[in-house]
């Protein structure tokens, strides 16, 4: 018998692109389980010690009701399209919320797996990818506790609920958009993980969370629809509610907005992914 030849081990090579490379999605999907199991590590760390666990998802957003609708709703008398102010606040705080958590979890995400980043191989963009999904289960529960606040004043949802996972992949794409762009840009400068939070308070009152955006006088209205927040809070409380005309026209404007951010940031992304192990 003829004796058996050793096989030589492969290698793969992987070298830093030059100028504006592809994007390479196909190589994310290929990861597409470490994805997975980097969300559910992270939603599992954040409720392991926390001794009311998931009810932080509830929580947070209903406290925030509460003072605007004291301050806003019956000091101020702002205004709720004939809501009344604590669903309407409630049911703008939910996409709101999961905005500010995701983008702020993803913004600090690729410096906190500084370890996993600098060690071995993989699409960088998995880990502020899995930080954004890692908020939708809080979503999920909040939408559920504000079902149960409309049925409490007598609202029934309306039969264009059935459209709210399409709101939720809106909300995702609005911050994927915003947080791809702040990822790369945390990595080179630190004085991001302080601007954000700062920046995220200042567009909470550029979006139609604790107003309508009917108050938004119309010359301004094309300007309003290059936030790609307000499209999400406007089209999520109509999901739910049912009120009034859809918002079809701010929710396109928005997505547009939303999309060319997002394929901008992912180019971005691509192309100074290279260097994340050296500088973080």
Known sequence: MAPERAVAPSVVVVTPPRGWAALNLRD?????DLVYFLAWRDVKVRYAQASIGVAWAVLQPLLMMVVFTVFLGRLAKVPSDGIPYPVFAFSGLLPWTYFSNATGTATESLVSSSNLVSKVYFPRLAIPLAALLSWLPDLLVATGMLI?????????????????????????????????????????????????????????????????????????????????????????????LGRGHPPWALMGVSAAVALVLLVGGLYHFRRVEHGFADVI
């Open 28 to 32: 994310l999907w290929a990861h597409r």
């Open 148 to 240: 149960m606040m409309m049925l409490a004043y007598g609202l029934m949802p309306a039969w264009t609920t059935v459209l709210l996972p399409v709101f939720a992949l809106y909300a995702l794409l609005a911050a994927s958009s915003v947080s791809v762009w702040l990822s790369a840009l945390n990595v080179a400068y630190r004085d991001v993980r302080y601007a954000v939070p700062f920046l995220i308070q200042l567009w909470l009152f550029a979006t139609p969370v604790v107003y309508p955006a009917s108050l938004v006088p119309g010359r301004f209205r094309a300007l309003f629809g290059l936030n790609p927040m307000a499209g999400v809070v406007e089209g999520f409380r109509w999901g739910l």
